[in-house]
């Protein structure tokens, strides 16, 4: 980024190969203003681990990324970022050339080279990946896993976070067309609105309002646009920024109930199982190895159900 002196950046490798380089970055901005015009000479897929960012791909129009979500950065576009509320953002990164990915996913490739084009900006992911991202992360950064293991880890996470960004997937990540570039803005402005706040008791005449439409519009719009309802993308965003909290502290599983919006120990506990398969408690306990072997066995099951 160009305005550096007024961000605060920190960048730092945790993997590197022929194949692909794995990083993590985390920004501290000093103001939610839009940045300066950036290009990646190399492609990159940003898979945010906290807080919350835009890419701004053109005039008005941009996503919103968050936890939740895979961001695809083809080599040489331009684009620029914000950070709404000036919360900031922590992801882990993978960086990956275009000769690269011709022998990791030969399907990406066209006659032309790679075809970005076939790829969304943004992907929601399954949380199974979302899960394994937060893993290899934890294991990269503490340097727990050999050369070839990261590789191979690495590798499997860039196969399900690219085929979960394909155009025109099946599940979960397919969208209708979208009506209009005004309908795209009145999701965003919910997005946001809620990754900044995701613990905030919020209803639905809120968002609304904050949309600039009524509460049955904007139930509907939600939900064609993104797949799930409103109330299932907050649950997600909550879960989202749980997940860290579980992974990377050791505060009280009460304290991050609370502090990520659930009413009890109990309701996150039930929630946390029923989008991660486990509990908050059995994934603190899971270390070493068996950690190595539930990264293995989502990875796998992931790209076999993309394949």
Known sequence: MNHETATQ?????????????????????????????????????????????????????????????????????????????????????????????????????????????????????????????????????????????AEELSVGLLVCALSAARKGATGRNRRVPRASGRRWRHVERVKEAVSTSPERKWTLDELAELACVSPFHLAHVFRAEVGASVYRYVLRARLARALGAVLESDTDLTAVALETGFASHSHFTARFRELFGLTPTDLRRGTGRAEVIRLRKIVTAQITATA
């Open 9 to 149: 950046i920190v960048r730092r490798t945790l993997f590197d190969s022929a194949l692909l380089r794995v990083g993590h970055v985390v920004v501290r901005p000093a103001s939610a203003q839009c940045g300066e015009i950036e290009r990646q000479s190399v492609n990159v897929l940003a898979l945010p681990i906290a807080g919350v960012f835009a890419k701004h791909e053109g005039p008005r129009r941009h996503v919103i990324a968050t936890p939740n979500h895979a961001v695809f950065i083809p080599a040489n576009s331009a684009y620029r970022l914000s950070f709404p509320a000036c919360i900031g953002d922590q992801s882990l990164t993978l960086q990956f050339s275009s000769a690269a990915l011709a022998r990791v996913l030969p399907q990406a490739m066209s006659r032309d080279g790679f075809d970005c084009s076939a790829y969304e900006t943004r992907a929601l992911l399954a949380p199974s990946v979302m899960l394994a991202r937060s893993l290899l992360f934890r294991r990269l950064a503490r340097g727990e896993v050999d050369p070839l293991e």
